[in-house]
């Protein structure tokens, strides 16, 4: 989620330093112009912090809320006109993506950085300022807003002798990937000092206005497709990022304090099992191939279940003193063990395994007191759940019940949406609101995979 890069992710302290301020030179006082933007931006909740000489330093936008670090966007003066204008009109963020519209002239904006952790902001800029538009495209005839059309070139990035600057015109509308526009970037934008965390922004003109959820859902077929042939044809792994949830499920852990002690290892784990296990705990930018590494450990262990279940059925059966070699229905018996074990489902398979290494009392200890709200109930935010997680449900164990959710959460990653056996739940698809809702899921198949791992040494 690609390993999708979170904001966490993005190191400041690898960031370029900005320009020195120079103190000897005072803040000239601000005009009535640039109070009037001043105070149009704390209606957004963007707040000023400092006025410089040349520039003014500006809070980010209260959405980015999952880092402990102060952000901050810093505006050149020239520019406040075109906020100022931007903002007079029915400006709003979007919704699906970091970013603006203004529905009422067709127009919406959202940052664009690459798809992958930690990645230079330099790196992004000489990428994109290289890449040229198509000689074939045909001459745009749309009269863009001029605040509309107007972009950043940011101070980090003035020694470079080119500028990022795509226009692309096609059937109902323009697409254009520049430097963000000035509302754009104070609104959205967020950096370390008078660096930026995005440099670019994908801009779609519509020919026509528009509802603010119309726009949205028209631009997202289209910057869908622009990313994929960024891909295909530009080596360009992109996306637009999403604000962070306003509720951070990773921080849903019911997981103990971290041990001090280190110890000479003492737990014997196959090497495929550990690089699997570690590897889904790097993903904490892709929830999915988090749960689903951690799923892969449960069906290494699969085989070695299906074979011990087998095994108590036959012993079972052979010493029942009742049991007769000569008599065919006894020996059927004997058969049907085997058929039934070869042609168990995966679901099956789940629950044999965590019938036989899962304690219960870990199990409801992790699903006691109020710690996971509505998660695990038919109100969650994961889709396609039928049952709730209930400790008071006798009908079903709660193995059982923790293995129906796990592999439903599993088919819905791996299979496609077009899938008949599938079709009433849609596929849970990365870099989605939904996928950011999987931490307290991934808890849980962790610690079933750390009670499997347990339990194969007392048997090893």
Known sequence: MTV?????????????QAEEKDSLTSPRAETESEQQMIRALAEHKVHLQETNSDSFAFTAHPKWN??????????PRTHHTSVLNQLRKDIEHTKRWVGIKIPSEGYLEVLLGLNQAQSPTHHVFRRLSALA?????????QQHDSDSSSSLHFRAFREEN????IHLTGEGACIEISGPSPACHVLANHGFRETPRYVASLRIFFERSTSPDDIEEQAEPLIASLLY????RNRLNMRPPKWPSQRDHRRLSASEP?????RFPETVVDPEVSALFRFAGSASGNPPLSFLSYYQVLESFFPAAGKRDALRKIERELTNPLFNRRNDRHLMRLLNVGESTATASESTHLKMLLDECVRGDILEEFFGGDKWGKHFTKQGPIQGIEENINLENKRTALTHQVAERVYKIRNRIVHAKDDPKYQDTPALLPQSDEAEALWPDISLVRLLVCEVILSSQVRG
């Open 4 to 16: 999708q890069s979170h904001e966490e992710d993005w190191d400041d302290t690898e960031l370029p």
């Open 66 to 75: 999952s880092s402990p670090i102060r952000r901050e966007t810093h505006l």
């Open 133 to 141: 538009p198509d000689s074939t495209e045909r001459e745009c005839t």
């Open 162 to 165: 080119r500028a990022i600057n």
């Open 229 to 232: 042939e960024l891909d295909v």
């Open 258 to 262: 971290p041990e001090r002690i280190i």
